[in-house]
């Protein structure tokens, strides 16, 4: 018997299709061993599909390679607290952490997380965060403005000059195809944002225009990213950190990480179990439901559907839908006929012009139209019957009134007969 394919059209904009079960979870607890449900957990990095490795307070480290269903803990030689991890392939990682004025502690791993060997004095002060450009060029930072660099692998780390006597928090760069030194960014107390051009030499300070202390930070590709922090601070830029603006996250908890999916969806996660999706990179935020009341203080994605978030007593969260509920009990199924199919407008983000592809399954009376987030139809690109088969159209960004729309996010829609889809796109000048 044939599987009933059905769709369920959330917020209007993404379409997920999914098999007939009485339901599919977003967001859920999963089991650890008895011993780590005291322990504080600080971050997790999914290292691949069901591949996630965890690392908390004093000298705590899981993995696991099925999603979270069973668990190994290898041992991390140390009893120190560790604070985060970070692996540039999937055999070679590394955490930090350290005791609080004391020093700073680097492990690190060459067999995907199983075995863990200490490198030796490689800071005074307790370090927060880490993160490698590829294999051999890596960042550490923590306490009093710490930074710390290797450009072998992690054989060798040398002091740095931050420039900055705030604690630094954590560090992100955009992982895509762009050509070497890619932007390295550092985040920290009273509004702290550092750059550096890849290379480790010059780290130069941004504005925030903010005080807050910010906890995380994370860019989507070589100019959009966001950052997020105390009392639901959000901030993101379009221009590679030139100018940061506040965006609204909804909420007054301390928001502690943010990672990217994929090239629009973005998920934070914070005090109180809080988790918040954006479908717009960052723009706009929305809660997801959370299984927990417990603080949320790291969370990973491999992918746009397998992610794990962790925190304070052992907690652990597994998602393999990105983190969205979808209950076909509670949602009639939206049948699109075999054959019709609107694609994802290309590219996206895009600025001014953007190519619209659809498919039809037979002539029909089409209409293709464009509406802001207020819902209000600023552009009507296509109304005229149409063969069956390809088609695309291009819109310049302008109004009925040939006049240029601001930058944004809206929607494009197209009916066909009795049938239509809704699609986002984001407009960045």
């Known amino acids: 018997m044939k ?13 997920f299709s999914i ?11 999963v089991t650890i061993q008895a011993q780590f449900l005291t322990v504080t957990l600080r971050s997790v990095y999914t290292v691949g599909l069901d591949f996630a490795v965890v690392v908390g307070d004093s000298g705590t480290i899981l993995k696991t390679i099925d999603g979270g269903t069973t668990w190994s803990t290898p041992s991390s030689g140390t009893k120190d607290d560790l604070l985060s991890v970070f692996f540039p392939n999937e055999k070679l990682g590394f955490a930090v952490g350290g005791l609080f004025n004391s020093h700073g502690t680097v492990i690190k791993t060459t067999d995907g997380g199983d075995t863990w060997t200490a490198q030796e004095g490689v800071a ?23 930074l710390i660099g290797t450009g072998d692998g ?93 965006w609204s996250s909804g909420t007054q908890l301390d928001l502690t990480d943010v990672t990217y999916l994929n090239n629009t969806t973005a998920i934070s996660v914070g005090h109180n179990g809080t988790i918040l999706s954006s479908l717009d990179l960052g723009i706009s935020w ?44 509670e949602n009639a199924a939206i049948e699109i006929p075999a054959g019709f199919l609107l694609h994802q407008n290309y590219p996206n983000p895009f600025n001014p012009e953007t190519v619209i592809k659809y498919q039809l399954r037979a002539s029909a009376d089409v209409e293709l139209a464009i509406y802001n987030l207020l819902g209000q139809r600023i552009r009507l690109l296509l109304s005229q019957n149409q063969p069956d088969g390809f088609h695309q159209i291009k819109w310049h960004g302008t109004d009925d009134a040939g006049r240029a729309v ?20 984001l407009l960045l000048q």
């Open 3 to 15: 599987a009933i394919i059905k769709l369920v059209l959330l917020l209007n904009i993404l379409i």
């Open 19 to 29: 098999p007939a079960t009485p339901r599919e979870k977003g967001w859920e607890r």
């Open 124 to 146: 005074a002060n307790l370090l927060f965060s880490t993160i490698f450009v590829d294999d051999s060029l890596g960042f550490a930072g923590g306490v009093n403005g710490t």
């Open 154 to 246: 992690g054989k060798l780390w040398t002091p740095l000059q931050s420039g900055t006597s705030n604690w630094l928090l954590d560090f992100n760069h955009f992982e895509g195809d762009t050509i070497p030194p890619r932007p390295v960014y550092a985040v920290g107390g009273n509004g702290t944002i550092i750059q550096n051009d890849g290379t480790g030499s010059i780290w130069t300070p941004q504005n925030s225009g903010t005080s807050d202390w910010l906890t995380s930070v994370a860019f989507v590709d070589d100019s959009f990213g966001v950052a997020v922090g105390n009392v639901g601070t959000i901030i993101g830029t379009l221009d590679r950190g030139g100018n940061w603006q506040p």
């Open 286 to 329: 929305t809660p997801q439901q959370s299984p927990t009341l417990k603080n949320l203080l790291g969370v990973s994605f491999f992918n746009n559907d397998f992610g794990m978030a962790v925190g304070d007593s052992g907690i652990v969260l597994v998602t393999h839908t990105g983190g969205v509920v979808v209950s076909v009990e």
């Open 406 to 425: 601001s930058s944004g996010v809206y929607f494009y829609e197209l009916r066909a007969g009795d049938v239509r889809q809704t699609k986002k796109m």
